[in-house]
């Protein structure tokens, strides 16, 4: 179980993986269910070999659109959170379940006659075999196309020796091909702020307060610094809390003051209120 609760890889909700696993999947099951005619689908109505394909075209076409739809939730669900290996699983059976809901509707269209749980139940086993198929090896690939990156990123960390932040004191920050872009003494950074597809990184330098702008996210960011200071308070907002002066109440929530007359207040969201409270009370 303790597998199971931890965090899936971050590709796999990647925008552009996401539209490949649709594709992949909407391909495959075409033409798995028409070459093969697998679980003897060719039987199940009696339909031409051209009314088959038409049928079968149809219900992929549905699967599409089902699988679409939880994609695009998915894609901004994980925006702002992230997914256990066990929520993933549950989202791929809410997937089975709508596909297999839809096809049971669409059976009654060709003069179905069994009842409709007999119906529902063979809908959902052969959309399981047929679904899950696509899924895994699109994951399968995923995760192969990611172990170069991951190699490389590793390969960095090991020649730069600077990207331990909880033992040097340094923060590195990647592009999202993993190249380094930026690298900030932890006393120095101050807060993150994320606008679309790309990070302002807000640290102090010799000119004073200066931001530099980088391709990728932050929950990618928010992942890299786990167990450091440098913490997820809102959405659209990581900080530094060493560099937290005052946490207050006002009238549109709990704000932090950095101290600065430059650096506007960093707002904190009720989904991370708890975590900043544990933090001051534990200083």
């Keep these: 179980m303790g597998f199971m609760r931890r965090k899936i890889p971050p590709y796999i909700y990647k925008k552009s993986n996401l539209v490949l696993l649709v594709v992949f999947t909407a391909v495959f099951a075409l033409l798995f269910i028409n070459i093969y005619k697998p679980f003897e689908s060719h039987q199940w109505y009696p339909i031409t070999k051209f009314e088959y394909f038409l049928y079968s075209s149809l219900i992929i076409l549905t699967g599409v659109l089902v699988v679409v ?84 990123a590793l390969e960095e960390e090991r020649i730069h020796g600077e990207d331990s932040p909880l033992s040097s004191g340094t923060f590195t920050f990647y592009d999202e091909k993993g190249k380094l872009q930026l690298s900030v003494k932890k006393d120095s950074l101050l807060y993150m702020e994320s606008a679309d597809n790309y990070v302002s990184i807000w640290f102090l330098s010799k000119t004073g307060v200066s931001k530099y702008l980088i391709r990728n996210t932050l929950k990618e960011m928010e992942e890299r610094f786990a167990g450091t200071g440098i913490v997820r308070c809102h959405r659209s907002f990581m900080v530094n809390l060493d560099q937290v002066k005052v946490a207050k109440r006002t009238s549109v929530g709990i704000v932090l003051d950095l101290g600065r007359d430059n650096i506007p207040d960093i707002p904190v969201s009720r989904t991370y209120a708890g975590q900043i409270a544990d933090w001051f009370t534990s200083v």
């Design 69 to 152: 739809i939880s994609r695009i939730v998915l894609f901004y669900y994980t925006k702002s959170r992230t997914l256990t290996y066990w929520q993933y699983i549950i989202w791929v059976a809410a997937d089975i379940f709508f596909m297999s809901l839809f096809y049971t509707m669409y059976s009654y269209t060709l003069e179905e006659t069994r009842d409709f749980a007999e119906v529902f139940r063979s809908s959902v086993i052969n959309t399981s075999l047929i679904l899950l198929l696509p899924y895994s090896i699109s994951i399968l690939y995923l995760s192969w196309k990611e172990k170069p990156k991951q190699v490389v």
